[in-house]
């Protein structure tokens, strides 16, 4: 099993910046990747980036390019996202994820249900 607690949630204005934490406690050596997905109220869960545990190679949904930098940690077993000029519409509760199944198909990264294990989310709000 992998635990995963994040924090740096908060409320901040426009054009803000926030960097929301994942630590990963367990079995942390079967971990293969891990992303950040967010959820509005009454949206459905959607991607925001990804990050492959050993490569750190690093994707991101079209909606955060530029603007999010998702980055781990080894040493700390802790998976970063850098949130910087936000927006009211990034406002949504963040879940950090794991997937401990190495693939070469980087839209796998992108979908909810391909993660194993997911924290119990920080709250992002975003004021105008």
């Known amino acids: 099993q992998v635990q995963l607690v994040e924090s740096g949630g908060g409320l901040v204005q426009a054009g803000g910046s926030l960097r929301l934490s994942c630590a990963a406690s367990?079995?942390?050596?079967?971990?293969?990747?891990m992303g950040w997905f967010r959820q509005a109220p009454g949206k459905e869960r959607e991607f925001v980036a990804a990050?492959?545990?050993?490569?750190?190679?690093?994707y991101y949904a079209d909606s955060v390019k530029g603007r999010f930098t998702i980055s781990r940690d080894n040493s700390k077993n802790t998976v970063y996202l850098q949130a910087n000029s936000l927006k009211p519409e990034d406002t949504a509760v963040y879940y950090c994820?794991?997937?401990?199944?190495?693939?070469?198909?980087?839209?796998?990264?992108?979908?909810?249900?391909?993660?194993?294990?997911w924290g119990q989310g920080t709250q992002v709000t975003v004021s105008s």
């Open positions: 994820a794991a997937d401990k199944r190495p693939t070469f198909d980087s839209f796998r990264y992108t979908q909810a249900h391909e993660y194993d294990y």
């Open positions: 367990g079995r942390t050596f079967s971990i293969y990747a």
């Open positions: 990050v492959t545990w050993t490569a750190g190679n690093t």
